[in-house]
C-alpha cells in the first residue's frame, strides 16, 4: 500500500517506562486516532471483552493466518501467540484513522520490513532509578522478577536507535505533549494534507 492518509505509530518501551498511561491520555485528547487490538490465542480473562481488549481466536485458526501471512507481526509468550492483523490497520488507515500499535523492538522490527510508512517512538524513563522506583511502585513483583524487568529494560532500550522519535517521560504532561506534537505534525505533512485538501487546493488555483 502506498504512503496513506492515517499514520502508522509504533510505539515501543521498556516495562515501567509510562508507555500505556502515555497513550491512553493521548487517546483521550486527540481525535481519529485508535490503539490496534491484537489477535491473541490465549483465554479471555474476567472483564475482558472480544474485539475490544483483543480478538480471541484458537491456535488452529492463528496458525492458519500466519500461513496466510495475514500478520504484520506475531509472536510466541510462553504458550500463547499474539499478532497484529495486517487488513485491520490499513483498513483504517486508508479512510484517514491514525493507529498506534504497542509492541516492543523486536515487533517494530518485523513492522518496519512490511510497512516502510509506520512511524517508529520509543519512550524512555529518565533513569535506571526511576525505572526501577516505578516498577517497586506497583507493588506486584518481588525483587528477582523486578531485577529481570531491569535488565530487559535495558534490552530494550539498546535498541533506540532503529526508532523515528525519542520521547523522555520524566514529567508525564511534558512527554504527553511531546507525543502529542508528532502525531499532530504528521498529520499536516503533504502528501497527506494536499489529499484531504484538494477541494480547496483546486478552488484557490481555479
Known amino acids: 500500500m502506498n504512503d496513506p492518509l492515517g499514520t502508522l505509530f509504533v510505539i515501543s518501551a521498556p516495562s515501567g517506562a509510562g508507555k500505556t498511561s502515555l497513550v491512553k491520555a493521548l487517546l483521550e485528547q ?13 483465554v479471555m480473562r474476567e472483564g475482558e471483552q472480544d474485539g475490544i481488549d483483543y480478538n480471541f481466536i484458537d491456535k488452529e485458526s492463528f496458525v492458519a493466518m500466519v500461513g496466510e501471512s495475514a500478520f504484520l507481526e506475531h509472536a510466541q509468550v510462553f504458550d500463547n501467540f ?28 518485523q513492522v518496519r520490513k512490511q510497512l516502510s510508512y509506520a512511524l517508529n517512538i520509543f519512550i524512555l524513563p529518565p533513569s535506571q532509578a526511576a525505572l526501577e522506583e516505578r516498577l517497586r511502585g506497583r507493588g506486584q513483583d518481588s525483587d528477582e522478577i523486578i531485577q529481570r524487568r531491569m535488565r530487559d529494560a535495558k534490552s530494550e532500550t539498546s535498541h533506540y536507535s532503529e526508532y523515528d ?8 504532561d511534558k512527554a504527553l505533549i511531546e507525543l502529542k506534537s508528532i502525531v499532530l505534525a504528521r498529520r499536516y505533512r503533504y502528501g497527506a494534507q494536499s489529499q484531504r485538501l484538494a477541494p480547496l487546493l483546486k478552488e484557490l488555483l481555479d
Not at 486527540?30 to 490465549?42: D, K
Not at 499478532?83 to 484517514?96: C, F, H
Open 82 to 109: 499474539y499478532g497484529t492483523a495486517i487488513a485491520n490497520i490499513e483498513d483504517k488507515l486508508k479512510q484517514g484513522e491514525d493507529v498506534i500499535l504497542e509492541i516492543d523492538w523486536q515487533g517494530a522490527a
Open 30 to 42: 486527540t481525535e481519529n486516532i485508535g490503539v490496534s487490538v491484537s489477535h491473541t490465542t490465549r
Open 165 to 172: 522519535y525519542l520521547v523522555v517521560n520524566d514529567d508525564f
